[in-house]
């Protein structure tokens, strides 16, 4: 079973960065495309990113294209996401999985983004 660490949020101010790490067990995890989502309070959970079995193919959400980067290190099992330009609007608890949701969730890792 495969299991999902994320980390690597906290508090930044408006336009500043961050850059989350999803580590997972396993050695299936190469075999799969993997996504970030994330869920703001009294929000459902919606994607934002995913990425390509080998890495070459990404897709965004038309809320985060121009300031958010997905990569992945299969060697290392782990996905990236790159936040630039960070906004309010991006404070949630951000999650990897398969964008089918196949894995079980983490706890997440909280950015909030004051103005």
């Known amino acids: 079973q495969v299991q999902l660490l994320e980390s690597g949020g906290g508090l930044v101010q408006t336009g500043g960065s961050l850059r989350l790490s999803c580590a997972a067990s396993g050695r299936t995890f190469s075999s799969y495309a993997i996504g970030w989502f994330r869920q703001a309070p009294v929000k459902k959970r919606e994607f934002v990113a995913a990425v390509s079995r080998s890495g070459d193919s990404t897709y965004y959400a038309d809320s985060v294209k121009g300031r958010f980067t997905i990569s992945r290190d299969n060697a290392k099992n782990t996905v990236y996401l790159q936040m630039n330009s960070l906004k309010p609007e991006d404070t949630a608890v951000y999650y990897c999985?398969?964008?089918?949701?196949?894995?079980?969730w983490g706890q997440g890792t909280q950015v909030t983004v004051s103005s």
């Open positions: 999985n398969t964008p089918q949701g196949m894995y079980s």
